[in-house]
């Protein structure tokens, strides 16, 4: 089955994945301090960074258009998925499928089908990856919707950030939480619901003991890792990615293991030093 994949600029590519080329980004656009950053490969992560801390505001972010999508998703009749940002999370979701009834209209014979995440980052990568893999054992179009739509029910997602203040003040945190923060140096290690929506799970104090937490978190809520691609995203900080990805391939036996840069909205809600993981 001939087919391409789609992903908002959310889901972050490792650089093998750049250079293969085969997912197709849709772009979000950032806006900080009334500058708009567009999600793309002309994004400066360094000077975005700069610019979200020197901001006394609340950064935001704008989900790709239906028309934006329907031109991703191809005026032709290759079969066509998509992997969104967490529709609790985002807009992202509801404009993807608005942009597949539109190319559906035009299109008849042509299949899209947009997946919610329910994740962000390395966790869309995950479900990328897993797309990839059941058509390439020969899956049809329902059989793949099935198949990744179960593992998203499956999936985990896990992270720890330096910072929580914007994801505070985009509502996605309580004022107490981000406040023990940056007052007591305390981490909370939060997760991804299946619903899609952010909760605490643990804490340390510091960020090492935070990302030791997280790990340990891994052990209590899989067992089947030789099934299972553990992915990590990180905020300009490779050296606390390697770091996670040592201490995890000691603990758990994972079939592979992948590490990609927060590409912009990634940047945006995990902040310098910030630190996902999904598996």
């Keep these: ?14 650089s093998e ?4 080329g085969k997912i197709k980004i849709v ?17 400066d992560q360094k000077k975005f960074i700069k610019a979200v801390a020197d901001f006394e505001g609340c950064p935001k972010s704008s989900c790709p258009s239906p028309e934006e ?5 191809g005026e032709d009749e ?12 985002s807009g992202s979701y509801n404009s993807a499928v608005l942009g597949q009834r539109m190319v559906e209209e035009e299109f008849p014979n042509k299949k899209v089908y947009v997946f919610n995440s329910r994740s962000a980052c390395i966790g869309e990568t995950l479900v990328a990856l897993k797309i990839q893999e059941c058509a390439g054992k020969g899956a049809s179009f329902e059989e793949i919707v099935e198949q990744v739509e179960d593992y998203i029910r499956r999936r985990e997602t896990l992270f720890v950030l330096e910072n929580l203040e914007t994801l505070r003040k985009n509502g996605r945190l309580t004022g107490m939480k981000a406040a023990l923060v ?31 937490k997280m790990i340990e978190e891994v052990g209590s809520r899989v067992s089947d890792f030789e099934n299972r691609i553990f992915g ?16 995890v391939e000691k603990r758990y036996p994972f079939k592979q293991i992948i590490i990609a840069d927060t590409a912009g909205v990634g940047t ?12």
């Design 17 to 20: 994945m750049k250079k293969e």
């Design 182 to 212: 940056s007052v007591l140096n305390i981490k909370p290690v939060m997760m991804g619901t299946p619903e899609g929506t952010i909760e605490q799970c643990a804490i340390g104090r510091g960020t090492k003991k935070a990302l030791k």
């Design 27 to 43: 772009s979000l656009t950032l806006q900080v301090d009334g500058v708009d950053f567009i999600d793309d490969d002309s994004f």
């Design 69 to 73: 999508y329907k031109k991703a998703f």
């Design 1 to 14: 089955m001939e087919y391409r994949i789609v992903g908002d600029s959310c889901l972050d590519l490792t």
């Design 232 to 247: 990590i995203s990180h905020c300009n900080c490779p050296e606390r990615a390697r770091y996670v990805k040592e201490e």
């Design 268 to 279: 945006l809600y995990a902040n310098d030093g910030g630190i996902v993981i999904a598996f």
């Design 78 to 89: 290759v079969t066509t998925f998509c992997v969104t940002l967490s529709a609790e999370l």
